[in-house]
């Protein structure tokens, strides 16, 4: 069986709804992927890693999510709300989503962030940094 082209390391301490969900609408775009548990670290910190095996990020965002959604934008909002969503039935959820790239580039997505955070996101040029969204400024900037 060949790698798959996303892997998803879910936090341990929260409920796998989220995460199955996100596997499903990869599934469903004809996209491989795998979900594995992160065991509890101290502090728990319940952040959620998207590995992916594309060296930059703006083809891989292009390819997996212009399958999701008409805009790839649109795709990425959809992946990564379904991975923060709270699910009904507890009070816990992720508190970002990182996109790792094999190169070391992270991309780190929040709650709430705007459109166009998303929109800048497909294109940018991750390979060599940590990005957060800056919403003084409204751009993604390196850590």
Same mark, same amino acid.
């Given at each position: ?12 301490? /929260? ?39 594309? +060296? ?19 795709? /990425? ?28 580039? &992270? ?9 166009? +955070? ?11 940094? &940590? ?13």
């Amino acid at each position: 069986m060949a790698d798959p082209e996303v892997e998803i390391f879910w936090p341990a301490s /929260l409920p796998t709804t989220g995460a199955a969900q996100g596997q499903e609408l990869l599934r469903q775009a004809g996209i491989d992927s795998e979900c594995l548990l992160m065991p509890t670290r101290r502090g728990a910190v319940d952040v959620v890693q998207v590995l992916v095996t594309s +060296a930059v990020l703006e083809p891989f965002l292009h390819t997996l999510f212009q399958r999701v959604a008409e805009e790839t934008h649109h795709g /990425l909002r959809a992946f990564v709300d379904r991975l923060l969503r709270r699910p009904p039935e507890d009070s816990t959820a992720p508190t970002s989503v990182v996109f790792e790239l094999p190169t070391g580039g &992270r991309v780190t997505f929040t709650d709430g962030l705007p459109e166009e +955070a998303y929109k800048q996101a497909v294109g940018l040029d991750a390979r060599n940094a &940590r990005w957060t969204w800056d919403p003084q400024r409204a751009l993604w900037t390196p850590a």
